[in-house]
């Protein structure tokens, strides 16, 4: 494949057709920068072809129905299961997959309370595959992410995403990131590289797509904080970043569209 035109880290690289699956909108809890009608406006101005909108602590499959038909512009969402919504509930699961809820997100705020019971996951699983859903692994440590995946895989269930596995919550190193990536796909996500987060050095974030090979890697945001950029602007910080520690637009393409979109669709 003839490689694209290569593009300085200064020059803005255009994000038309890139999915960004995991940002932070309002209404939350938390303070959030901009609601689910502008992430999307945002990105359908830039051409993108959808995003993904998550609450740590209310399902947002019907909150992206609504966005996307105000908007015209594809927008996903689903159901994180935290304590806010019973914790792994398959019930919350049913009903994220009746209302078109594309993706299932194991623990993450509420990850430290809750005790796996792995007869409820394998439940929950089952949901997951009758309606194609995606599994994201939330916080999950890499020893019980090893357990989902070994569960996912006996269903025959890849659509798959490991969260931000180079951050503090999940700690993966990078030989569990390798062979994680056997079975699911690594979403690196540019907020671990700002400051009030892990101040993560982007050259890590190199090193593991370089070492897993991008066919298995996504490129996310994880924004929608008051104190960072707004998600498209992120995003392409993200890519001038990966560009400059010499990842190539090829890789980039395969990590924001061909990888989310064979996940979603």
Same mark, same amino acid.
């Given at each position: 494949? =003839?490689?694209?035109?290569?593009?300085?880290?200064?020059?803005?690289?255009? #994000?038309?057709?890139?999915? /960004?699956?995991? #940002?932070?909108?309002?209404?939350?809890?938390?303070? @959030?920068?901009?609601?689910?009608?502008?992430?999307? #406006?945002?990105?359908?101005?830039?051409?993108?072809?959808?995003?993904?909108?998550?609450?740590?602590?209310?399902?947002?499959?019907? @909150?992206?129905?609504?966005?996307?038909?105000?908007?015209?512009?594809?927008?996903?969402?689903?159901?994180?299961?935290?304590?806010?919504?019973?914790?792994?509930?398959?019930?919350?699961?049913?009903?994220?997959?009746?209302?078109?809820?594309?993706?299932?997100?194991?623990?993450?705020?509420?990850?430290?309370?809750?005790?796996?019971?792995?007869?409820?996951?394998?439940?929950?699983?089952?949901?997951?595959?009758?309606?194609?859903?995606?599994?994201?692994?939330?916080?999950?440590?890499?020893? /019980?992410?090893?357990?989902?995946?070994?569960?996912?895989?006996?269903?025959?269930?890849? &659509?798959?995403?490991?969260?931000?596995?180079?951050?503090?919550?999940?700690?993966?190193?990078? /030989?569990?990131?390798?062979?994680?990536?056997?079975?699911?796909?690594?979403?690196?996500?540019?907020?671990?590289?700002?400051?009030?987060?892990?101040?993560?050095?982007?050259?890590?974030? =190199?090193?593991?797509?370089?070492?897993?090979?991008?066919? &298995?890697?996504?490129?996310?945001?994880?924004?929608?904080?008051?104190?960072?950029?707004?998600?498209?602007?992120?995003?392409?910080?993200?890519?001038?970043?990966?560009? &400059?520690?010499?990842?190539?637009?090829?890789? #980039?393409?395969?990590?924001? =569209?061909?990888?989310?979109?064979?996940?979603?669709?």
């Amino acid at each position: 494949m =003839k490689l694209k035109k290569e593009i300085t880290p200064k020059e803005p690289y255009p #994000i038309e057709g890139f999915i /960004d699956t995991h #940002i932070h909108t309002s209404p939350d809890i938390k303070p @959030r920068l901009l609601t689910d009608v502008e992430a999307a #406006i945002d990105a359908k101005e830039e051409r993108m072809n959808s995003i993904v909108i998550k609450s740590h602590y209310e399902p947002t499959s019907g @909150r992206a129905i609504i966005a996307s038909e105000l908007t015209d512009f594809p927008v996903y969402g689903g159901v994180v299961l935290n304590n806010s919504v019973g914790g792994l509930n398959v019930d919350a699961v049913k009903s994220a997959a009746r209302i078109g809820g594309k993706f299932v997100w194991f623990p993450t705020v509420s990850c430290s309370s809750i005790q796996i019971n792995w007869s409820h996951v394998e439940d929950i699983l089952h949901v997951v595959k009758e309606n194609q859903m995606v599994i994201a692994t939330g916080h999950l440590k890499s020893a /019980d992410i090893f357990t989902l995946l070994d569960k996912a895989k006996s269903l025959g269930i890849w &659509r798959i995403i490991i969260n931000h596995p180079l951050t503090k919550v999940v700690g993966a190193s990078l /030989d569990e990131q390798v062979e994680m990536s056997a079975y699911a796909y690594l979403e690196h996500c540019f907020v671990a590289c700002m400051e009030r987060h892990d101040n993560l050095d982007p050259v890590l974030i =190199k090193d593991s797509i370089k070492k897993i090979g991008a066919n &298995r890697c996504l490129m996310a945001t994880d924004f929608g904080q008051l104190f960072n950029p707004r998600p498209i602007n992120g995003m392409k910080m993200f890519i001038n970043s990966m560009i &400059r520690e010499g990842i190539s637009i090829d890789e #980039i393409d395969l990590m924001c =569209k061909d990888n989310p979109h064979k996940l979603i669709n």
